[in-house]
């Protein structure tokens, strides 16, 4: 089976969808013909897809955490095994490493799982829209709806004088297709950058900020402008438009994630309490009292398999602060919970 056939189901859906939301558009009133009409078709394609993978996003937030709460068993085998680069040395450390992922029930791979559901509805989109000029020539088949006369009519339609179907390495379009191109490239850099470096930044705890997987980030925070800037010469600017729309709602939806609920111990949780606090409200709402309990659960599951040893961020509980002689805390699911249990205490 080749690859085309692989992807075919995908340009199918895309086309389909694409088509709905034009004629959408069109029926209140936009423009048949106009590239802002189809330009907010695939705008509309990247609504449908993002709402559908939110329960992966949902997957994503919990996967982070996880990785959070075992950054410093992760970092004591780093040091374990520092400085020592032999084969015995390096599969012993690889070994250690996974054994912890597994242990903790952690998935290194599970934040990647929105950008990989994402692909084939993206190299879907790039076929479609690669495709149009044969399709319009009546060279090939159409794609589901798109066919030889809707393939003629988007083919021909542009933003700013630029094709939705031209590349920045094309011929079509001269100066404005490569104005258009750079700055959707540089829209998507930017977006990208805000994402990954809100989320380093703002939504980490200390001691996340160390270790390996601390320093991932910071090059994939670097890096993905590069990819960026290096690969959008040569996609369709109606790809763009995809891919830049689709890092905005990644970054607005990871700033709603970040101020109304923050992971534990970092930053924005500290930003969250005080402006909860200055406006004399309760410091948790419903939605971080959820996530809270569920940090909760996954440090106590991973404690008691001794995946991890008192490297809690969460809340502790009143009768736990007693036993420990610290203070207790003002809020907190586990505090409210323990309040109503009898105490067994001497």
């Not at 982070?64 to 040091?79: G, T, V």
């Not at 950008?115 to 993206?122: C, N, R, Y």
């Not at 200390?206 to 996609?235: D, H, N, R, T």
């Not at 948790?284 to 008192?310: F, N, W, Y």
Request: charged fraction near 20%.
């Amino acid at each position: 089976m080749s690859f085309s056939d692989i992807i075919y189901p995908f340009e199918w859906l895309v086309a389909w969808i694409m088509y709905l939301w034009h004629g959408a558009l069109t029926t209140i009133g936009l423009p048949e013909a106009s590239g802002w009409t189809w330009t907010l078709s695939i705008v509309g394609l990247v609504l449908v897809m993002r709402a559908a993978l939110i329960p992966l996003f949902v997957k994503q937030i919990h996967a982070s955490r996880k990785m959070q709460l075992i950054q410093p068993e992760m970092a004591k085998i780093q040091a374990k095994y520092k400085g020592k680069n032999d084969p015995d040395s390096r599969q012993k450390m690889t070994e250690e490493t996974m054994a912890l992922y597994k242990d903790s029930g952690t998935n290194p791979f599970a934040s990647c799982l929105p950008i990989i559901a994402q692909m084939p509805f993206f190299f879907g989109l790039f076929r479609v829209l690669n495709n149009l000029d044969e399709i319009g020539s009546g060279a090939r088949g159409g794609i589901g709806p798109i066919t030889q006369q809707v393939a003629a009519q988007a083919e021909s339609s542009s933003i700013f004088g630029a094709p939705l179907s031209a590349q920045f390495l094309g011929t079509d379009g001269g100066l404005s297709v490569k104005i258009v191109t750079v700055t959707l490239i540089i829209l998507m850099s930017l977006t990208t950058f805000t994402t990954q470096y809100q989320l380093m930044r703002k939504n980490m705890p200390a001691a996340a900020l160390e270790g390996q997987f601390a320093q991932q980030q910071k090059i994939m925070l670097y890096l993905f402008p590069i990819i960026f800037a290096v690969s959008g010469v040569y996609f369709p600017i109606g790809v763009l438009i995809y891919w830049f729309t689709t890092n905005l709602w990644t970054m607005c939806q990871q700033f709603y994630v970040i101020r109304r609920m923050p992971a534990p111990g970092s930053a924005a949780e500290k930003a969250m309490q005080d402006r909860r606090r200055k406006a004399g409200k309760s410091l948790d709402t419903p939605e971080e009292t959820r996530e809270r309990a569920h940090d909760a659960e996954m440090a106590e599951e991973l404690q008691s398999k001794g995946v991890i040893s008192g490297q809690r961020q969460q809340p502790t509980s009143k009768k736990r602060a007693k036993k420990k002689g610290g203070t207790p805390p003002k809020s907190g699911p586990a505090s409210a919970v323990d309040e109503q249990k009898p105490t067994t205490d001497n």
